[in-house]
Every structure is written in C-alpha cells, then in structure tokens.
C-alpha cells in the first residue's frame, strides 16, 4: 500500500509539473518574438498610433501577437512571427535591429513609411532567413549593404524610392533565388549586378547606371 502511495504521488507530481509546463507556455509563448514586437514598437515613432492600438502586450497568451495588426505567424496558435506586413503606416525612426529577436521571420514589408538612416550592414545578421525585403518609399540613404547579399534566401527585394548612392554590389548576382529587384528613383551609378532577370525598368531614375539591361560601361 505504501509503494502504491509513492507511485500515485510520483504521477501527481509529473502531472502537475506538466500543467505547470503548459501553463507557462500559454502565458509566455516565444518570448523573444514577443521581445522583438515590443523592441520595435518601442524604437519607432508611430503617429497615427497603428501598433499602438493594436499591439497590447499586457495580457500575452499563445498565438495573442498573431492577432497584431501586420503580424503573421507560422501558426495562428503560437507566437512565432513568420511575416511582417508595417506598411503605409506613418512610421518614423531607423531601421529596428531587435528585428533579429523575431528569429523565424522570413518577410518583411517596412513599404511606404518615413523611415531614415542607413540599411544596417549586417542586414544578414539581423535577416538571416528573410525571403522578401521591402524597404521601398521610405527615406533610406547611404549604399546598399554588400551583406545582403549573404541573404541566400531572397527571392524579392525592394528598395525602390530612397535615397540611395553609390554602386549597386555586383554580390547580389550570386543571390541565385532572386527573382524581383528594383531600385528605381534612387541615387545610385556605376555597373548594375548580373541579374539576367531584372528588366531596365527596375533601375529607372537614378544618377548613372550602366550595363546589364542599360547602355554599356564606358
């Protein structure tokens, strides 16, 4: 009879340590995902108050930051952020590095915002498993990070519409998945990468680029 006590007592035990488990999970859920939404939340000014309305973080339960306004999660019952969809939202600031906290995230749309700055340089590091980058109609200005051609996943970047200069890294030629480029109404020159798959229109209107699908090199 004892022996059976200490066994009943063991499973109680394994049974509550479970729940705890569970419970604990359901409150927290990934809490650097969580970190990451809050990290950029609290780094960019958002004047018409879309993440401020939406992305409460007072009562966060599993799968609660994939009902945030621009979030999407690999599944809809745990906090793990796939996409990232902030655009045309007014949004101020630099580009967020605690972006690297939302560590499965493979799109990002930052699109039609007034963001400034230059694109970090360790954009790789920071955007590790990023298939879609669309950083276009903001105010970015400086060169195109080489590193981004570390991106081995990219299939669509966008970086239309800033104020980029200098050369385009003639790396993003071994981005052997990339299908959409354009970096139209920038200040950008020299050679553009060989990207057999970019039309001319997708270097429209910047200072001096040359080769590729545009006139020769002199």
Known sequence: MVLMSGRTFCAHVIIINFLLLLSYNLIYGTETDIFCLKSIKNSLEDPYGYLKSSWDFNNITQGSICRFTGVECWHPNEN???????????????????????????????????LSGKIPADIDVLLPFVVTLDLSYNNFSGEIPKSVANCSYLNSLKLDRNALSGRIPGELSFLTRLRTFTVTNN?????????????AESYANNSDLCGGPLPPCS
């Open 187 to 199: 200040l950008l020159r020299g050679p553009v990468p060989n990207l057999p798959q970019v039309p």
């Open 80 to 114: 793990r952020v796939l996409n990232l969809n902030l655009s045309n939202m007014g949004l101020k600031g630099q580009f967020p590095r605690a972006i690297q906290n939302c560590t499965s995230l493979t799109g990002l749309d930052f699109s039609i915002n007034k």
